[in-house]
T-cell receptor, first 115, second 111 residues
Framework: KAGVTQTPRYLIKTRGQQVTLSCSPI?????VSWYQQTPGQGLQFLFEYFSETQRNKGNFPGRFSGRQFSNSRSEMNVSTLELGDSALYLCASSYIAGVSYNEQFFGPGTRLTVL | GQQVMQIPQYQHVQEGEDFTTYCNSS?????IQWYKQRPGGHPVFLIQ???SGEVKKQKRLTFQFGEAKKNSSLHITATQTTDVGTYFC???????????WGLGTSLAVNP
């Protein structure tokens, strides 16, 4: 199976702009989670989508939003970019079955730089 | 809120030395997962523990889940340069599917 893919891999934007990142999960995985990673801050959870519905949300401002399509592909959008939004944005997919907790498979990430 | 503390934050070892990272949760966890992220890479799943007191081994890596399901450890015997990276623990509390992540332990191995 192909792994999780994310596009674009690198992005440079200026303050005030908006950006859309895309994630294609592993075939058959219906759960997609998004994380922000900055040096020293670990993985900060943004949100999780399952079957086109946001199931969990982290503590990020409303400028960060996402959605999931019927084919499980997901996008996240950041509006009115700030310098502090510069980070590696990781997408992870998971196969959800019953009440079991399954591992997350991460994509390579999108490196966003805000100037 | 629910937190998972991971220590140490950084560790430098000589190749061949042992290494241990610890994870402590403020709440009882349903499971604990461990991931490794190589420099410039993305996190890769290593293992999941779900039972109280569970111990699992993968070659030189030994994973433990505490009896109270509030702490966990990862021990690497005789580190190699290929072990370099950041090790993260993450767990679920109750039926909540949102993973609670530790901040990671960055391991550097001097050859």
């Amino acid at each position: 199976k192909a792994g999780v893919t994310q596009t674009p891999r690198y992005l440079i934007k200026t303050r005030g702009q908006q950006v859309t990142l895309s994630c294609s999960p592993i075939s058959g995985h219906r759960s997609v989670s998004w994380y922000q990673q900055t040096p020293g801050q670990g993985l900060q959870f943004l949100f999780e989508y399952f079957s086109e519905t946001q199931r969990n949300k982290g503590n990020f401002p409303g400028r960060f939003s996402g959605r999931q399509f019927s084919n499980s592909r997901s996008e996240m959008n950041v509006s009115t970019l700030e310098l502090g939004d510069s980070a590696l944005y990781l997408c992870a997919s998971s196969y959800i079955a019953g009440v079991s907790y399954n591992e997350q498979f991460f994509g390579p990430g999108t490196r966003l730089t805000v100037l | 809120g629910q937190q998972v503390m991971q220590i140490p934050q950084y560790q430098h070892v000589q190749e061949g030395e042992d290494f241990t990272t610890y994870c402590n949760s403020s709440t009882t966890l349903s499971n604990i997962q461990w991931y490794k992220q190589r420099p410039g890479g993305h996190p890769v799943f290593l293992i999941q523990l779900v039972k109280s007191g569970e111990v699992k081994k993968q070659k030189r890596l030994t994973f433990q889940f505490g009896e109270a399901k509030k702490n966990s450890s990862l021990h690497i015997t005789a580190t190699q340069t290929t072990d370099v990276g950041t090790y993260f623990c993450a767990g679920n509390a109750g039926n909540n599917r949102k993973l609670i992540w530790g901040l990671g332990t960055s391991l550097a191995v001097n050859p």
